[in-house]
């Protein structure tokens, strides 16, 4: 049994991380701010299954506030930190750089100091695909040079991929980072775009697609990223960089498309332009994950969005 750290613990991503190490037997120490980018309330939820747990604690924080944040590390003394809170968002980036500059990287600045001072075997951080901006070739691979972003946001997750580098060149810190690949399944945010497409689509209100549709995305279903992730927590590396994504792309026409057939009903497309902070296509080359991981995903985007779906179901009732 390990004790880790959590820090964006109410998430998305996070709460999932949270049961997934309680129900193997960790004890999990979760960090949250609980802001309101997104209704709060949701977040509460998201946790309620851990906090009935009695091996899980919860820390309401933000981590730019460095003393509080120390306070954490050095009550818990944890075995590994899981890093996974982040301000999200490619096009909200855009309205408060600076917003971004502070929690994404100021405040992840005060995670690795707090991995120096109290020692941890590794930290899991939580990257993104996006670091991979403008690059045209696919799939993307871990060692292609990303220094091109095309948001803040981008800018910030590969920020924090150098950053991290320096503590493990410098302080001897190991550190795994996990390039997410457009993550969706239950619980996912309101505002992304599989989550916001069912409910106008069910709601019979026009969909937004930016561009003619043909963009594209690696969507990659919850559980698959959590074989990544706990297999990263299980496996000290001294510094490494993974993609965890399904290595499968889908058009955004035939996302919208599939989501239509699942909920049974007619989608009525709004076309827009395509935002110059977007990528074309985010696509993973999955094999160096696979080959020092074991990472192997299973999700198809169909069998995905129909379970997500059936969620979504769930939580309208």
């Known amino acids: 049994m390990k004790k880790i750290l959590v820090t964006g613990a109410a998430g998305f991503i996070g709460s999932h991380t949270c049961d997934a ?13 609980f802001d309101s980018f997104y209704d709060p309330a949701i977040k509460r939820r998201n946790l309620a299954g851990a906090l009935a747990n009695e091996r899980f604690s919860l820390h309401e924080l933000d981590i730019t506030d460095e003393p509080a944040l120390v306070r954490v590390f050095e009550a818990a003394r944890p075995d590994v930190v899981v890093h996974l809170a982040a301000r999200a968002g490619v096009r909200p980036s855009l309205e408060d750089p600076n917003l971004y500059h502070r929690v994404n990287i100021i405040g992840s600045q005060h995670v690795l100091d707090a991995c120096r001072h109290y020692p941890v075997s590794h930290l899991v951080f939580a990257s993104s695909s996006s670091v991979y901006g403008g690059i045209t070739e696919t799939p993307f691979r871990e060692t292609m040079t990303c220094d091109r972003p095309v948001s803040p946001y981008a800018a910030t997750k590969r920020m924090n991929e150098l950053m991290a580098h320096v503590y493990h060149h410098v302080y001897g810190l190991k550190v795994t980072l996990l390039r997410f690949f457009t993550v969706y399944g239950p619980r996912q945010r309101p505002e992304m775009a599989i989550h916001k497409f069912t409910r106008l689509i069910d709601e019979g209100a026009n969909v937004p697609m930016f561009g003619d549709g043909s963009s594209r995305r690696d969507y990659t279903f919850i559980d698959d990223i959590l074989d990544g992730l706990l297999k990263a927590v299980d496996t000290p590396l001294d510094y490494e960089i993974f993609n965890l ?5 889908t ?9 239509g057939e699942i909920l049974g009903k007619q989608v009525n497309i709004q076309p827009l ?4 902070s977007d990528m074309e296509t985010t696509f993973a080359d999955i094999s160096k994950a696979r080959r020092m991981l074991g990472y192997d995903p299973q999700t198809t985007i169909r069998d995905g969005l129909a379970r997500f779906v059936d969620w979504y179901r769930e939580q309208e009732t």
């Open 21 to 33: 190490l309680l129900a193997r037997g960790d004890s999990v120490v979760g960090v949250d701010n």
């Open 245 to 249: 994504g399904e290595s499968h792309t």
């Open 251 to 259: 058009s955004l026409y035939g996302l919208i498309g599939m989501l």
């Open 273 to 276: 332009p395509f935002p110059p």
